[in-house]
């Protein structure tokens, strides 16, 4: 399993909303999306610092939603939350529970 995360710093009162979005628009489309395996959205509201992880069963599936365009289609929504730009990161899954 594959794991793709951003790390990026949310304007503080935006995290409600950005969280919202993540929850009712890109997830819903991920589970549309070839061995998508689940996300999370990690937050610290004190600090703004946020980390949207999706879980792809391999790393073919998770690159096909970036050359796809997806991916890039999904960030581009949070542009307006962001303090800065945002740390894409992958990697593999060695241990799940």
Request: glycine share 4%; hydrophobic share 40%.
């Amino acid at each position: 399993m594959f794991a793709r995360l951003l790390r990026l710093q949310i304007k503080i009162n935006r995290i409600d909303e950005a969280t919202k979005l993540f929850e009712e628009s890109v997830i819903p489309l991920c589970k549309d999306k070839k061995g998508y395996k689940g996300a999370y959205f990690l937050t610290d509201r004190k600090t703004g610092t946020s980390i949207p992880i999706t879980l792809w069963q391999s790393e073919k599936d998770m690159l096909a939603t970036e050359s796809s365009h997806f991916f890039q289609e999904q960030l581009v929504k949070f542009v307006r939350f962001f303090k800065g730009p945002p740390i894409r990161e992958t990697y593999e899954v060695i241990v799940h529970d």
